[in-house]
């Protein structure tokens, strides 16, 4: 018969992971998955008979993560807006309990790899709404771009390029039932293709090339990624709303400059850094404070400029942590990226599954490093989440982690 503790990691391990499989189509049930999951980790914790130093304490990736998860939490000291402050906090702690519930319930590489497919299904359905969609089923507008449900489209595009890099690391690590997982690719390719968002295309491109095709040109899987490429390019750049919205880029450049146009995609980013980069200015160590953003471009902004108050931050996670942490928060979060490309490289030089792991991280790290400087991305609660997901697939060290 099960002791009481063992049952109690079985809810919290089922917990988990139904809280990774609906978070792309729910917010709210994934949140009561996840606080379910904490729940019982707490109990079957603090129950446990041995109570040797846990093995996360020696993980350098764990403490990297506790420090980028306490900076917003400091920064409520000097804080104005304490509501807004809080919310911060709550959405960034997502990093550091996907990542310790990853280090308790994630006993060894297959249950790492389990969770990674939950991780897929759950986006690949998003994506299957998508298409129903761009089809015109239902009476939507047929073959038109964006096409996307329940998020906005940039979000959409940046959860469909995480979901593509592990279900291409999945197909890699098995060796039966492969097919499935190389549709899973092709409809995750689409989703970044359905977003029809800059953002994440560019960096998904650009992730293909220095890590996935660099890694495995030598080998005959190299034919799949090449297919995939040319899906992402034949369904993307030949579509006219894709296009137009590229070719603009540099119209909306210029009109920034010469006449300060703030309305457009390009002219609100560049207007948004120039404000954060003043709230840098003038308070370079600390920043302004966790809650503070929405504040200070209220009182930055006038006449035409105040279309920007309706932006709650930068759309760049650079800017972001300047402005609101100063360049102590640029330090951490560079250190955090600093040691995810340490432990994965480190990992990429092992054989088997911890090299497909080191391969997952380099490509998750990279996106987030490139998508985020157009997009806050650390503020989006879904890649907040998938984040710490990722972090616990490939840093955590197995067994328990405690």
Same mark, same amino acid.
């Given at each position: 018969?099960?002791?009481?503790?063992?049952?109690?990691?079985?809810?919290? #391990?089922?917990?988990?992971?139904?809280?990774?499989?609906?978070?792309?189509?729910?917010?709210?049930?994934s949140?009561?998955?996840?606080?379910?999951?904490?729940?019982?980790?707490? +109990?079957?914790?603090?129950?446990? !008979?041995k109570?040797?130093?846990?093995?996360?304490?020696?993980? %350098?990736?764990?403490?990297?993560?506790?420090?980028?998860?306490?900076?917003?939490f400091?920064?409520?000291?000097?804080?104005?807006?304490?509501?807004?402050?809080?919310?911060?906090? %709550?959405?960034?702690?997502?990093?550091i309990?996907?990542?310790?519930?990853?280090a #308790?319930?994630l006993?060894?590489?297959?249950?790492?790899?389990?969770?990674?497919?939950a991780?897929? +299904?759950g986006?690949?359905?998003?994506?299957?709404l998508?298409?129903?969609?761009?089809?015109? +089923?239902?009476?939507?507008?047929?073959?038109?771009?964006?096409?996307v449900?329940?998020?906005?489209?940039?979000?959409?595009?940046?959860?469909?390029?995480?979901s593509?890099?592990?279900?291409?690391?999945i197909?890699f690590?098995l060796?039966?039932? %492969?097919?499935?997982?190389v549709?899973?690719?092709?409809?995750n390719v689409?989703?970044?293709?359905l977003?029809?968002?800059?953002?994440?295309?560019?960096?998904?491109?650009?992730v293909f090339?220095?890590?996935?095709l660099?890694?495995?040109?030598?080998?005959? %899987?190299?034919?799949?990624?090449?297919?995939?490429?040319v899906?992402?390019?034949?369904?993307?750049?030949?579509k006219?709303?894709? !296009?137009?919205k590229?070719f603009?880029?540099?119209?909306?450049i210029?009109?920034?400059?010469?006449?300060?146009?703030?309305?457009?995609?390009?002219?609100?980013?560049?207007?948004?850094?120039?404000?954060?980069f003043?709230?840098?200015?003038?308070?370079?160590?600390?920043?302004?404070?966790?809650?503070?953003?929405?504040?200070?471009?209220?009182?930055?902004?006038?006449?035409?400029?105040s279309?920007?108050?309706?932006?709650?931050?930068?759309?760049?996670?650079?800017? #972001?942590?300047?402005?609101? #942490?100063? *360049?102590?928060?640029?330090?951490v979060l560079?250190?955090?990226?600093?040691?995810?490309?340490?432990?994965?490289?480190?990992r990429?030089?092992?054989?088997?599954?911890?090299?497909?792991?080191?391969?997952?991280?380099?490509?998750?790290? *990279?996106?987030?490093?490139?998508?985020?400087?157009?997009?806050?991305?650390?503020?989006?609660?879904?890649?907040?989440?998938?984040?710490?997901?990722?972090?616990?697939v490939?840093?955590t060290?197995?067994?328990?982690?405690?």
């Amino acid at each position: 018969m099960r002791s009481i503790t063992d049952r109690y990691f079985r809810v919290g #391990y089922l917990a988990f992971f139904l809280s990774v499989i609906t978070v792309p189509s729910s917010k709210s049930i994934s949140g009561v998955c996840l606080g379910i999951a904490s729940l019982f980790f707490l +109990i079957s914790l603090f129950k446990k !008979k041995k109570k040797d130093i846990p093995l996360i304490w020696h993980d %350098r990736i764990f403490w990297a993560i506790l420090f980028f998860c306490a900076l917003p939490f400091i920064g409520l000291l000097w804080t104005e807006d304490m509501k807004s402050g809080l919310t911060i906090c %709550r959405r960034i702690s997502l990093v550091i309990i996907t990542y310790l519930l990853c280090a #308790y319930f994630l006993k060894d590489d297959e249950d790492k790899i389990k969770l990674l497919k939950a991780l897929v +299904i759950g986006v690949v359905v998003l994506n299957l709404l998508g298409l129903i969609k761009f089809f015109g +089923i239902r009476n939507a507008k047929p073959f038109s771009l964006p096409s996307v449900v329940i998020m906005n489209p940039i979000w959409f595009g940046n959860v469909s390029a995480i979901s593509l890099y592990a279900s291409l690391v999945i197909f890699f690590l098995l060796k039966q039932g %492969r097919r499935i997982w190389v549709l899973c690719s092709i409809i995750n390719v689409l989703g970044i293709a359905l977003s029809a968002s800059r953002g994440p295309y560019l960096a998904a491109l650009i992730v293909f090339g220095i890590v996935f095709l660099s890694t495995f040109l030598k080998e005959k %899987r190299r034919i799949v990624f090449l297919l995939l490429i040319v899906i992402i390019l034949g369904t993307v750049l030949f579509k006219s709303e894709f !296009k137009q919205k590229v070719f603009a880029i540099n119209d909306e450049i210029k009109a920034f400059f010469l006449s300060s146009e703030v309305k457009s995609s390009i002219g609100a980013r560049l207007g948004m850094w120039k404000l954060s980069f003043e709230m840098f200015k003038e308070n370079p160590i600390l920043g302004v404070g966790t809650g503070d953003y929405e504040l200070e471009v209220a009182r930055r902004t006038e006449g035409s400029w105040s279309f920007l108050r309706k932006y709650n931050q930068p759309h760049s996670i650079y800017f #972001y942590f300047l402005a609101l #942490y100063g *360049l102590i928060g640029i330090g951490v979060l560079f250190f955090l990226f600093f040691m995810w490309f340490k432990e994965s490289l480190k990992r990429t030089k092992n054989f088997g599954v911890s090299k497909a792991f080191g391969i997952l991280g380099l490509a998750v790290g *990279l996106h987030y490093l490139l998508a985020g400087f157009t997009e806050t991305l650390f503020k989006i609660h879904i890649l907040v989440f998938f984040f710490g997901v990722i972090a616990g697939v490939c840093f955590t060290k197995g067994k328990g982690g405690f």
